[in-house]
């Protein structure tokens, strides 16, 4: 299996800008996660799907930030417009479901920097 | 406050032990994680240890479960600089999703 597979690697882009962050999960797993990474304010979850459905968006910070999941085997997280402020790494994970002892799998993680 | 608590840093020298700490607050988790960062990459499990046990070993590596005190912590014996990474402590509660710690980077010196 390819694992979790994220994209863009790198993502450089102006104050203002619509960006796209794609994840694709690893087959069979029915939960996804979108993860914030920064140095002030460590791993933050900002929203997780079951079966394609989301359950908890509480940390999605603003009404900037928006994440869909229409089919089992892709997810985005936009950000428009975005802010240097969003500038992080922004990390998707999946599971195979949450019931006992499920680790999460996560990508590479998709570098954001807002100028 | 967090639920689950790590000091940012850690800094050893290759060849020493290096102990990760971590507390969490829910007296009901389940499952105690440690995951590794590595510069660039997403994080991996490394190991976990089961809410009714005390200890866990796996080769240089010994996890300490204290339920009493809530605390948590990761023991790498001989520690290497290819193990210079962020530590994350997890906790999960049954069928909760985990809460993540901050994360501890340990910084290992030749």
């Known amino acids: 299996d390819a694992g979790v597979i994220q994209s863009p690697r790198h993502e450089v882009t102006e104050m203002g800008q619509e960006v796209t962050l794609r994840c694709k999960p690893i087959?069979?797993?029915?939960?996804l996660f979108w993860y914030r990474q920064t140095m002030m304010r460590g791993l933050e979850l900002l929203i997780y799907?079951?079966?394609?459905?989301?359950?908890?968006d509480s940390g999605m910070p603003e009404d900037r930030f928006s994440a869909k999941m229409p089919n089992a085997s892709f997810s985005t997280l936009k950000i428009q417009p975005s802010e240097p402020r969003d500038s992080a790494v922004y990390f998707c994970?999946?599971?195979?479901?949450?019931?006992?002892?499920?680790?999460?799998?996560f990508g590479s993680g998709t570098q954001l920097s807002v100028l | 406050g967090e639920d689950v608590e790590q000091s940012l840093f850690l800094s050893v020298r290759e060849g020493d032990s290096s102990v990760i700490n971590c507390t969490y607050t829910?007296?009901?988790?389940?499952?105690l994680y440690w995951y590794k960062q590595e510069p660039g990459a997403g994080l991996q499990l490394l190991t976990y240890?089961?809410?009714?046990?005390d200890m866990k070993q796996d080769q240089r590596l010994t996890v300490l479960l204290n339920k009493k005190d809530k605390h948590l912590s990761l023991r790498i014996a001989d520690t290497q600089t290819g193990d210079s990474a962020i530590y994350f402590c997890a906790e999960k509660v049954g069928s909760y999703i985990p809460t993540f710690g901050r994360g501890t980077s340990l910084i290992v010196h030749p």
């Open positions: 240890i089961f809410s009714n046990m």
């Open positions: 829910d007296s009901s988790s389940t499952y």
């Open positions: 087959s069979g797993h029915d939960y």
């Open positions: 994970a999946s599971s195979r479901g949450q019931t006992t002892n499920e680790k999460l799998f």
């Open positions: 799907f079951n079966n394609n459905v989301p359950i908890d």
